[in-house]
């Protein structure tokens, strides 16, 4: 759910191309991407590559790739974010893979109101949020779940690498096509007209107040400790190599409550990559070794 690679449909490689694009530019910016980002290019998303940045080159009023590369091979380049936002696309939807959020409902909220009762304290990460829909549907979730229990303190932290989603989802407000999977009574209930004729919603502050948002390379350093009850990282790591998938969990595992949980994307699994978590469902994972 979070700011995705590329996942489109190429091109055709013969299509006209208004700047020369080589080999060799293309390796210095997928290894870039993959320091960058961690994620991992193959041959297939040259032209798309291609068509991002070439989008970059005539807006910045470049001459062409050789220009583009030196730009973002500085380190300090303030051009490095735009690169990593060209790059990446961004799928999510409000309720995504609903068994995750039933689960979240069912079980895991009346297990931490247990484990938790004495702090009344419960932290969640959401983390790839892309425009917003993943953690406003756990808000929602939570707030729902929780009912008329006061005196709880719920926070949500919403990352992604793409500042410009970032600022999407904190704004809070979606089109009519974007609010599928919601349900009217959710709708009604959650959200208010954000004016104008276009159906647009805006989310309602009882539900934005829970989370905060900031952008975050999830391969650089974080900026906090957790610890997490629960961490949704969906539909991100399929598209990193196996060594950096198990880094990343290990990283999620160090951050995370004893008693805390994983969610992963319908199509990744943790098999082969780290052992600090036990499969408890479908792309649901509990720490292991807890109390």
């Given at each position: 759910?979070?700011?995705?690679?590329?996942?489109?449909?190429?091109?055709?490689?013969?299509?006209?191309?208004?700047?020369?694009?080589?080999?060799?530019?293309?390796?210095?910016?997928?290894?870039?991407?993959?320091?960058?980002?961690?994620?991992?290019?193959?041959?297939?998303?040259?032209?798309?590559?291609?068509?991002?940045?070439?989008?970059?080159?005539?807006?910045?009023?470049?001459?062409?790739?050789?220009?583009?590369?030196?730009?973002?091979?500085?380190?300090?380049?303030?051009?490095?974010?735009?690169?990593?936002?060209?790059?990446?696309?961004?799928?999510?939807?409000?309720?995504?893979?609903?068994?995750?959020?039933?689960?979240?409902?069912?079980?895991?909220?009346?297990?931490?109101?247990?484990?938790?009762?004495?702090?009344?304290?419960?932290?969640?990460?959401?983390?790839?949020?892309?425009?917003?829909?993943?953690?406003?549907?756990?808000?929602?979730?939570?707030?729902?779940?929780?009912?008329?229990?006061?005196?709880?303190?719920?926070?949500?932290?919403?990352?992604?690498?793409?500042?410009?989603?970032?600022?999407?989802?904190?704004?809070?407000?979606?089109?009519?096509?974007?609010?599928?999977?919601?349900?009217?009574?959710?709708?009604?209930?959650?959200?208010?007209?954000?004016?104008?004729?276009?159906?647009?919603?805006?989310?309602?502050?009882e539900v934005r107040e829970l989370i905060r948002f900031a952008p975050l390379n999830l391969m650089g350093a974080w900026p906090f400790k957790g610890p997490f009850d629960v961490i949704f990282c969906r539909n991100v790591v399929i598209y990193f190599d196996k060594p950096t998938q198990g880094r990343l969990f290990g990283r999620y595992a160090d951050v995370l409550a004893?008693?805390?949980?994983?969610?992963?994307?319908?199509?990744?699994?943790?098999?082969?990559?780290?052992?600090?978590?036990?499969?408890?469902?479908?792309?649901?994972?509990?720490?292991?070794?807890?109390?």
């Amino acid at each position: 759910m979070s700011a995705q690679p590329l996942a489109v449909a190429a091109p055709p490689v013969e299509a006209a191309q208004e700047y020369p694009f080589t080999d060799k530019h293309f390796e210095l910016l997928r290894g870039l991407v993959a320091r960058h980002a961690g994620i991992s290019l193959n041959d297939t998303k040259r032209q798309l590559v291609y068509g991002r940045l070439a989008r970059r080159i005539r807006a910045l009023g470049l001459s062409g790739f050789d220009a583009y590369c030196d730009l973002v091979k500085d380190e300090n380049s303030a051009e490095i974010e735009n690169f990593i936002n060209a790059i990446t696309t961004n799928l999510t939807a409000f309720f995504r893979e609903n068994h995750h959020f039933e689960c979240l409902a069912q079980e895991v909220v009346p297990a931490l109101l247990q484990s938790n009762a004495a702090s009344r304290r419960i932290r969640v990460w959401s983390a790839g949020c892309s425009t917003g829909e993943e953690p406003y549907s756990i808000a929602m979730t939570l707030l729902e779940a929780l009912g008329n229990r006061n005196g709880w303190d719920v926070k949500i932290l919403a990352t992604d690498i793409d500042s410009n989603v970032v600022a999407t989802a904190a704004a809070g407000v979606y089109a009519a096509n974007r609010q599928q999977g919601v349900g009217d009574a959710r709708l009604k209930r959650w959200f208010t007209p954000a004016g104008g004729a276009s159906g647009a919603l805006r989310v309602k502050d009882e539900v934005r107040e829970l989370i905060r948002f900031a952008p975050l390379n999830l391969m650089g350093a974080w900026p906090f400790k957790g610890p997490f009850d629960v961490i949704f990282c969906r539909n991100v790591v399929i598209y990193f190599d196996k060594p950096t998938q198990g880094r990343l969990f290990g990283r999620y595992a160090d951050v995370l409550a004893p008693h805390g949980h994983l969610f992963i994307g319908h199509s990744e699994t943790m098999f082969g990559t780290c052992d600090r978590f036990e499969l408890i469902g479908r792309t649901i994972y509990r720490l292991a070794g807890r109390p």
